[in-house]
């Protein structure tokens, strides 16, 4: 596995990481501990790092898991995890809440729960515009200085907000969605990170699972599954969006790989500051995931999927209204 450097920050990890959050939270049925376990620790065998966590996920309880698969290799991996929400004394998220001492209280529990000394990467959830940047990422500043935070970072923050935050201490890694299906960090989002020398960390690199092609028109997603509410992936949406698959099926046809590798390949080559994070919770889509970094487009290959993409229109908004107006852009 090839590291990557995340921006200026000295941070290095796989040039792939593991997405936990659909281990306990998401996607349907929580899977078998066990199992999880046995996954995670696979992943470290074979090279990853990066792991990645937060603890809305379930909530909290993605955070425990991580913390047992990783607690007999701490010393080899770098683990991220995310505040910014608001819970209730049942654990039921009740919204944003950025608050110094929310920040503070949220982050001793990660500790606890992941059974870490130190955070290495903390991001920041979703902005909250309740609370000032300089507020946010100063109460981080001064977690790093008491050993308790490595690096900050902040997730689907527009280009005022990381600027604010990187003025009062330095953000290491952005991490928002970005893929071949989600394009629109190329617009503003990473000229402004590289301008800054802050690393970029893609969730969802394969369209939620529709880049690998294996959900067409036909799949039919289980109630618990929040895929079954988001407007870009209905059934008549992921029909008029099959060309994009198609056009990494024929790549993949010419490459020996497999469209969801030609899709990981494509982000990987935009900049060398990118280190997606792909979720699964099958080895085989591990293995086959870690694949994708290892598979190298050629010049003419990047140019082909550019243009071709040029001239699809994908159909479908990426979230529910609700959920949309909580992205700070």
Not at 13 to 42: F, N, P, Q, T, W
Not at 44 to 73: I, S, W
Not at 242 to 249: E, N, R
Request: with cysteine; glycine share 12%.
């Amino acid at each position: 596995m090839q590291t990557r450097l995340l921006g200026t920050s000295g941070l290095e990890v796989s040039a792939l990481g593991l997405g936990c959050m659909g281990m306990s939270h998401g996607y349907g049925v929580v899977k078998d501990e066990g199992e999880m376990i046995a996954l995670i620790r696979g992943a470290v065998e074979r090279g990853v790092t990066l792991f990645d966590t937060a603890q809305v996920y379930g909530p909290f309880t993605n955070e425990v898991l991580v913390g047992k698969a990783l607690a007999p290799v701490r010393d080899q991996v770098v683990i991220a995890t995310k505040f910014g929400f608001d819970f209730d004394d049942t654990g039921k998220q009740l919204g944003l809440n950025s608050r110094p001492e929310q920040i503070r209280r949220m982050t001793e529990g990660s500790l606890k729960r992941l059974g870490i000394d130190t955070i290495d990467l903390y991001y920041q959830h979703r902005v909250d515009p309740q609370v000032p940047m300089e507020e946010v990422a100063g109460t981080v500043k001064e977690l790093i200085q008491e050993g308790k935070v490595k690096h900050f970072g902040m997730s689907e923050a527009g280009v005022e907000a990381i600027r604010r935050a990187h003025a009062v201490q330095p953000v290491t890694a952005l991490q928002s969605e970005y893929s071949l299906f989600w394009r629109e960090p190329e617009e503003a989002i990473l000229p402004l990170l590289e301008e800054l020398g802050i690393g970029f960390v893609p969730f969802s690199p394969l369209g939620r699972g529709f880049l690998t092609g294996a959900i067409d028109s036909t799949v039919t997603f289980a109630s618990a599954d929040f895929r079954s509410t988001l407007p870009r992936l209905s059934p008549e949406n992921r029909k008029a969006n099959q060309p994009l698959v198609d056009l990494l099926s024929a790549i993949a046809g010419r490459t020996g790989g497999t469209p969801g590798q030609v899709a990981l390949a494509w982000l990987l080559a935009q900049k060398p500051w990118i280190v997606p994070i792909p979720g699964t919770t099958r080895v085989e889509r591990l293995e086959e995931n870690l694949g994708g970094a290892i598979l190298a487009l050629s010049t003419e290959e990047l140019g082909e999927i550019e243009r071709a993409a040029a001239g699809i229109t994908l159909h479908g908004a990426r979230y529910p209204e609700g959920a949309q107006r909580m992205i700070n852009r």
